[in-house]
């Protein structure tokens, strides 16, 4: 079975700077999506950005950005130019390329942002 | 706009009690999910539905039960509560046979059982 690891429980930043999410999973398969999800205090998921196991291409959807490293088993999470409204649990999650669009989901981070 | 509602939003009933909880999508998607959130454990699968008659166990699946009549409906029942089932419960649903791999949450139920 695939399993997610975040092994930062919290993790806190100032306002305007960057923050690196850290994710890591376990599998024995070759093809498979990796996500990152964010889960503000009104506590509705939210997808933040999506990363194909195949492309070799980061994903990047405007200040956020992942680093996807293959081999390594590695997923991360960069956030530029941090905002208040970052403020947030933020979740890995991992599905396999078969089967119907089950995710499996690390534990979470949660990210403060300091004014 | 199509969406997945959850109800209650948040219930507390008593340890030994059925209890039911409702997820509801408009967007017409095979797929439907419940997982529960709890500290230190990130979300879990509970049962998830590939459609209509179709039902499968999840990683935390005693004690749970769901059913699919429908495309639109994933009813939670908690057969006899106990307090290791308070937790936040959530509901999703995505299209199915993408590649993109998607889920649509609900707003959450927050189950107290004492």
């Known amino acids: 079975a695939q399993t997610v690891t975040q092994s930062q429980p919290e993790m806190s930043v100032q306002e305007a700077e960057t923050v690196t999410l850290s994710c890591t999973y376990d599998?024995?398969?070759?093809?498979?999506?990796l996500f990152w999800y964010k889960q503000p205090p009104s506590r509705q998921m939210i997808l933040v950005i999506r990363?194909?196991?195949?492309?070799?291409q980061n994903a990047t959807e405007n200040r956020f950005s992942v680093n996807f490293q293959k081999a390594a088993k590695s997923f991360s999470l960069k956030i530029s130019d941090s905002q208040l409204g970052d403020a947030a649990m933020y979740f890995c999650?991992?599905?396999?390329?078969?089967?119907?669009?089950?995710?499996?989901f690390g534990t979470g981070t949660r990210l403060t942002i300091i004014p | 706009d199509a969406e997945i509602t959850q109800s209650p939003r948040h219930k507390i009933t008593e340890t030994g009690r059925q209890v039911t909880l409702a997820c509801h999508q408009t967007w017409n998607h095979n797929n439907m999910f419940w997982y529960r959130q709890d500290l230190g454990h990130g979300l879990r699968l509970i049962h998830y539905?590939?459609?209509?008659?179709?039902?499968n166990k999840g990683e935390v699946s005693d004690g749970y039960s769901v059913s699919r009549s429908n495309t639109e409906d994933l009813p939670l029942t908690l057969e006899s509560a106990a307090s290791s089932q308070t937790s936040v419960y959530f509901c999703a649903s995505s299209r199915g046979q993408t590649n993109t791999g998607e889920l649509f949450f609900g707003e959450g139920s927050r189950l107290t059982v004492l």
């Open positions: 599998t024995s398969e070759s093809d498979y999506y």
């Open positions: 539905s590939y459609g209509v008659q179709d039902t």
């Open positions: 999650a991992y599905r396999s390329s078969f089967g119907n669009e089950k995710l499996t």
């Open positions: 990363q194909e196991a195949y492309k070799q």
